[in-house]
């Protein structure tokens, strides 16, 4: 799977893209801030993205987010303050809480694979907050 990861400290950044790819997916971008990311997005069509709220430009993952659900790519928030998430998510699948750890990460991971796959009998693991269900009326 082809994942971008949308995160403002470096060292997180670092981590997330040495998991994801242990993982055996690869990263085609990183960004610290909104615009960078939106550049990201409209050139390299990210499969899937781990996207932190606060960035370098401030609360901006928000809009990241509106950016890729308008786009169709799933993507998680990585956050240290779910608060910050509007109730809708924004068409994100879920959130992770930092701090994280590896294993639940890989949990997070693999799930979200599964799910795009179409494997939809999978559970959540624990480590991924899910998004409140959509509704269609």
């Known amino acids: 799977m082809k994942i971008m990861i949308v995160e403002d400290e470096a060292l997180l950044a670092l981590e997330l893209e040495a998991e994801v ?3 055996g997916h690869d990263v085609v971008g990183q960004a610290m801030s909104r615009d960078e990311a939106i550049g990201i ?3 390299e069509q990210p499969e899937f993205a781990f996207v ?3 960035l370098v430009d401030g609360p901006s993952g928000i809009d990241v987010g ?3 659900a308008e786009r169709g790519i799933p993507y998680v928030f990585v956050t240290g303050n779910l608060k ?3 109730e809708d998510f924004v068409g ?3 959130a992770i809480e930092k701090p994280y750890t590896m294993n639940g990460l890989q949990n997070a991971l693999d799930y979200i694979g599964r799910r795009l796959r179409g494997d939809y009998g999978v559970r959540p ?3 991924l907050v899910m998004a409140p269900a959509r509704h269609n009326n």
């Open 21 to 23: 790819e242990a993982a």
């Open 52 to 54: 932190d709220v606060h």
């Open 66 to 68: 509106r950016h890729l």
């Open 92 to 94: 994100a699948v879920g």
């Open 41 to 43: 997005i409209d050139k």
């Open 125 to 127: 693991p624990p480590s």
């Open 84 to 86: 910050r998430i509007p």
